[in-house]
Structure formats: structure tokens, C-alpha cells
């Protein structure tokens, strides 16, 4: 094990993710070995959450980002701002996880404006550099730094993809949604509902998922069902508590939030 990793402890309160595969032990290797993480998968599978997990089990502060339109290179590394009559640097969030250590988390990193891959480009080689033009600094990132970025494969379109000069900077882990035995745990995990509950549920989403991409934009994700299941064990119907939480969250078409119903009803029996 790395110096790095010896000088922090896992807290006490890890958030609860169920592994699928060896992703921990990548993750745990890529922190080690001081070397970028890309995430690829659907939302709502358990990105998000694994990192969230893996920061708190190294004992680690995260930074997360979640990436949008409007993200700029300057939301990350900080700007100049009026501060009680001053004109003052404030770092942003890959800034302060540069420059103190710690898991800098880009969600969704597509979504971000093209010169933000550019202020990437130095932490993900061995340089570990980060360029503060404004400022005039060069930070070295320490031992206990690690970039982790996401995003969703399924919505890349030609104008929103990472660039293959980016993504082989990156080692790449990809996730998908769980298979039903694993689903069905997490789901009893997550919010106390029965087994028969949240085996309905995980049956439903599987069928749901057959149709993403032909009907459906997006497929049921685990996080919809962890909804769902919330509002189940709060009392609230299951009609009503499928509507809210898987339904509707889905679809604004009307024939196809019908087929929806109808194929629930089904399946439910």
C-alpha cells in the first residue's frame, strides 16, 4: 500500500454501494498508483454513489462537479472576486482538491464546455500539473490528489463526446445496472421494503429496460426503483408510487406513459 493511502483513515459512515464486479480494487489500484478514473454507464446506476463510497473509504475529501452546459474552465479552477471591497482569488473545486488533496469527481464531464478538457489534459499524465494563468501559479498535485470523471455513452452524440486523445488519459471502468439478485438487495438495503416488493420492482425495471432506446430515451434506473421503493414503504399505493417514481419521471408522452402502465399492470399480476 502507498504512503498515501496510510495517512488517512476509512471513516466510520461509508455510504452503502454493492459491488458488482472488482471496481473497488481498480479504484483503490488508480488511487494508489496516482492514475485518472473515467466512469462510463447509465444514470442512475451507481456512479455517483461508488465514488462517493470509495472516498469515504480511503478517508478522503471528495469534490464533486456536476457538469452542464455553462461549466466553464474558470468554474473549476477559481476566479477573481469582490470581497468586501477587495479584489480576491478564489480557488474552485479542482483547485482545492489540488491544492489540499483529495477526489475531484466530474459528473457527467461531456456536458462541460470544451476548454475544461483542456485544463484536464496536465493532471491526467505524469506531469500532474494544474496551470493557474490568472494567478500565475503551477500547482503540482500531491500524492493524495485523484481525478474521477463520468458520463453516459448512451447520450454521446457528435457534439458531445470525449475526444479519444482525452479518454486515453483515462483508465476506463464501465457499470451498468445490477443483475436482478443484486438489484433486489440493494433495494431492501436501501429502503427496508420486503423482498416481494422489491423483486416486483426489479422485474418491472428490467422490462422497462428492454424497451430504452426504441421507446425510451432513458431506462429505469436503480435510483428511480431506491424512489420507488420509498414511497412504497411510506405507505403511499403502489399505483401511485410507480406513477411518481417510474413513470412519469420516464416519459411526457401520453401513449407511451400508457404502455407503461399497462405493461406494469401485467407484470405485477
Not at 472576486?81 to 488533496?101: M, S
Request: hydrophobic share 40%; proline share 5%.
Amino acid at each position: 500500500m502507498s504512503s498515501a493511502l496510510k495517512e488517512f483513515t476509512p471513516k466510520a459512515d461509508v455510504p452503502f454501494y454493492q459491488a458488482t464486479g472488482h471496481e473497488e480494487q481498480l479504484f483503490e489500484t488508480a488511487w494508489q498508483r496516482k492514475l485518472p478514473l473515467l466512469l462510463k454507464g447509465p444514470t442512475g446506476c451507481g456512479k455517483t454513489r461508488f465514488v462517493s463510497h470509495m472516498a469515504a473509504k480511503l478517508g478522503v475529501p471528495l469534490y464533486t462537479v456536476s457538469c452542464h452546459d455553462d461549466l466553464t474552465a474558470a468554474d473549476l479552477t477559481g476566479r477573481y472576486l469582490i470581497k468586501g471591497g477587495e479584489t480576491v482569488w478564489v480557488d474552485g473545486p479542482l483547485t482545492r482538491a489540488v491544492r489540499h488533496g483529495g477526489i475531484c469527481y466530474l459528473d457527467e464531464v461531456v456536458e462541460a464546455r470544451k476548454d475544461v478538457t483542456v485544463v484536464l489534459h496536465p493532471l491526467t499524465d505524469d506531469r500532474r500539473l494544474l496551470p493557474l494563468d490568472r494567478t500565475g501559479e503551477l500547482l503540482e498535485a500531491p500524492d493524495n490528489f485523484m481525478l474521477v470523471v463520468s458520463y453516459n455513452p448512451g447520450y454521446q452524440n457528435l457534439l458531445k463526446q470525449l475526444k479519444p486523445s482525452t479518454r486515453q488519459r483515462f483508465l476506463a471502468a464501465e457499470f451498468d445496472f445490477p443483475d436482478a439478485r443484486t438489484e433486489t438487495d440493494i433495494l431492501m438495503r436501501e429502503t427496508g421494503i420486503d423482498h416481494d416488493a422489491a423483486e416486483i420492482l426489479v422485474r418491472i425495471a428490467g422490462a422497462i429496460r428492454n424497451l430504452a432506446g426504441v421507446d425510451l430515451e432513458e431506462a429505469a434506473s436503480t435510483r428511480l426503483l431506491i424512489y420507488c421503493a420509498t414511497l412504497l414503504k411510506a405507505g403511499v399505493s403502489f399505483d401511485d408510487a410507480v406513477k411518481a417514481a417510474i413513470v412519469e419521471p420516464l416519459s411526457d408522452d401520453a401513449d407511451i406513459k400508457a404502455g407503461l402502465h399497462e405493461a406494469i399492470g401485467i407484470i405485477r399480476g
